[in-house]
């Protein structure tokens, strides 16, 4: 969430996490990181049945700024097929405008804390059209990192999928698979690897459709090798999660099983 939060394939290959240097595992870096990313179990997963966004609408417009609510800027914006009909749908985040958090730290100056958020535009012909809007549940990209940045967000299209991914460098990196519906995108897949630089601790894949949940635990006394035991289990079920429902991402985390 530091740089730049759409387009910047910093961490889009795996590999790269390795050439990093060594560093804390991603259970350290959630106790730096602003006291966020508490474990939580998935039955506990906090999201909002009114979040602060509009009603979806099937109204069409040209310029994708109109759908910028006042009060917000679009900060990003990508491209991709989100809905599988071969055409370029968009995805902006946008940012709340707001003087009062603005703040003056000690190291790295003015800094704004505004919280982000992100709208889904479907393409149409004649224009867009509003597939799922959430105000307001990214942390702003300024966040302490403690004694390292604060994870990079990355938002992408990929495979007809919207990908939220975070990136930590040497940490490791997690991330969020959401496929789209009737009337929103529902989270259908998680992915965490947890690092200490170069070498990869333990990984995570959750497949929310099938219900299996696939733990990866590194067991090589080296520091260079991976031998990883593997271990499958069935989540319990759980409301889906919706983009729009999703009240901060900071606390949507499947780290410890169910």
Request: aromatic share 10%.
């Amino acid at each position: 969430m530091k740089k730049k939060i759409l387009g910047y394939c910093l961490l889009s290959s795996f590999p790269l996490f390795l050439l990093l240097a060594n560093g804390c595992s991603k259970e350290e870096k959630k106790l730096n990181y602003s006291g966020h990313k508490k474990p939580l179990e998935s039955s506990k997963i906090t999201v909002s049945d009114s979040p602060d966004k509009m009603e979806t609408s099937t109204e069409l417009k040209k310029d994708i700024t109109d759908f910028v609510p006042d009060g917000y800027n679009m900060t990003e914006k990508s491209f991709g097929d989100l809905n599988k009909d071969g055409t370029e749908d968009c995805i902006m985040i946008i940012k709340k405008i707001d003087p009062a958090n603005i703040v003056n730290d000690k190291y790295r100056g003015k800094l704004d804390r505004n919280r982000r958020g992100i709208i889904v535009l479907f393409k149409k012909e004649g224009g867009y059209e509003l597939a799922s809007e959430n105000r307001n549940c990214f942390s702003s990209e300024n966040e302490d990192g403690g004694v390292y940045y604060a994870p990079e967000l990355l938002v992408s299209a990929e495979k007809g999928n919207l990908k939220v991914h975070y990136a930590h460098g040497r940490y490791g990196y997690w991330n969020y698979t959401f496929r789209s519906t009737h009337s929103d995108f529902e989270l259908i897949g998680y992915d965490m690897s947890s690092n200490t630089g170069p070498r990869v601790n333990s990984m995570t894949s959750i497949n929310f459709l099938t219900g299996k949940r696939l733990d990866k635990t590194n067991v090589a006394e080296g520091d260079d090798d991976e031998v990883f035991e593997d271990q499958w289990t069935k989540i319990k079920p759980m409301k889906p999660i919706t983009l729009s429902g999703v009240k901060d991402f900071d606390e949507l985390d499947f780290t410890s099983p169910n």
